[in-house]
């Protein structure tokens, strides 16, 4: 076993509760950590034989600038569904999403959810 992490992914996005978020948009960190048997990958040194991070960030790439959500929970949990969909291999994953300077009336430096499956 072994962990694949990918810290620090930065997307420009329109989700939020309040409309002018969905309107203007912010910036959005997300760290992703994935539970993998890393054995045989490091055995063969094959990128066939891997969980593709390359591909992982694809997906999350893709889930941020989809559809609009409300809430980083819903958004988290198709990060979570889309990436067991397509990367097999993978055995546990921890997906966390920060808004950075929220709009919650004072100076805040980032709001986040933590999921895991």
């Not at 539970?35 to 893709?62: C, F, G, M, T, W």
Request: hydrophobic fraction near 45%.
């Amino acid at each position: 076993m072994g962990k694949i992490i990918i810290e620090d992914m930065e997307f420009y996005a329109f989700h939020g509760h309040f409309r002018e978020e969905q309107i203007v948009g912010n910036r959005f960190l997300v760290d992703l950590e994935m539970e993998a048997n890393l054995e045989i990958p490091a055995a063969s040194d094959q990128l066939k034989d891997a969980v593709n991070y390359h591909r992982a960030y694809e997906i999350i790439r893709k889930e941020m600038r989809m559809k609009k959500s409300n809430l980083l929970e819903n958004i988290a949990r198709r990060i979570l569904d889309a990436l067991y969909a397509e990367l097999p291999g993978i055995e546990k994953v921890t997906v966390k999403i920060r808004k950075m300077h929220p709009p919650m009336g004072g100076p805040i430096k980032s709001v986040g959810v933590v999921m895991t499956r």
